[in-house]
Nanobody, 123 residues
Framework: QVQLVESGGGVVQAGDSLRLSCADSGRVFSGYIMAWFRQAPGKEREFVAFSRSDGNTYYADSVKGRFTISRDNAKTTVYLQINSLKPEDTAVYYC?????????????????WGQGTQVTVSS
C-alpha cells in the first residue's frame, strides 16, 4: 500500500530555493510513477513534473529550468527542487503515484496522493 507524506514547504522570499520531499511510508516505491502537482488558491490542480522508476523525467513547460524532480528508490522518496522561487509559485504542492511506467499530466490518472505541503513565496 502506497502512503505518501510530503514535507519541506514553508514561507520563503522570492529568489529563494526549496526542496520538497515525498516519502512513501508504505515502501512500495519501485515500479511506480511519481509525480508532483500544485494547487494555488482558487485554481485547479496543476501538473508540475513526473519521474518514472527508470529515472526519466518530464516537466510542465511553466517550470522547466527551475524545478528538478528526482527520486531515491532505496529511500522510497521523491524530491522536488525549486529554485528562483516566484510569488506565482505559491500553492499547495502534492505528491502523487501510480503503478507502472507511463506518466501523465492528468491528476485523475494517479491513484495515490499525499496530504500536500504549503509553499508561500513573498515578494
Amino acid at each position: 500500500q502506497v502512503q505518501l507524506v510530503e514535507s519541506g514547504g514553508g514561507v520563503v522570499q522570492a529568489g529563494d530555493s526549496l526542496r520538497l520531499s515525498c516519502a512513501d511510508s508504505g515502501r512500495v516505491f519501485s515500479g511506480y510513477i511519481m509525480a508532483w502537482f500544485r494547487q494555488a488558491p482558487g485554481k485547479e490542480r496543476e501538473f508540475v513534473a513526473f519521474s518514472r522508476s527508470d529515472g526519466n523525467t518530464y516537466y510542465a513547460d511553466s517550470v522547466k529550468g527551475r524545478f528538478t524532480i528526482s527520486r531515491d528508490n532505496a529511500k522510497t522518496t521523491v524530491y522536488l527542487q525549486i529554485n528562483s522561487l516566484k510569488p506565482e509559485d505559491t500553492a499547495v504542492y502534492y505528491c502523487a503515484a501510480r503503478r507502472g511506467n507511463t506518466g501523465s499530466r492528468t491528476a485523475n490518472y494517479y491513484n495515490y496522493w499525499g496530504q500536500g505541503t504549503q509553499v508561500t513565496v513573498s515578494s
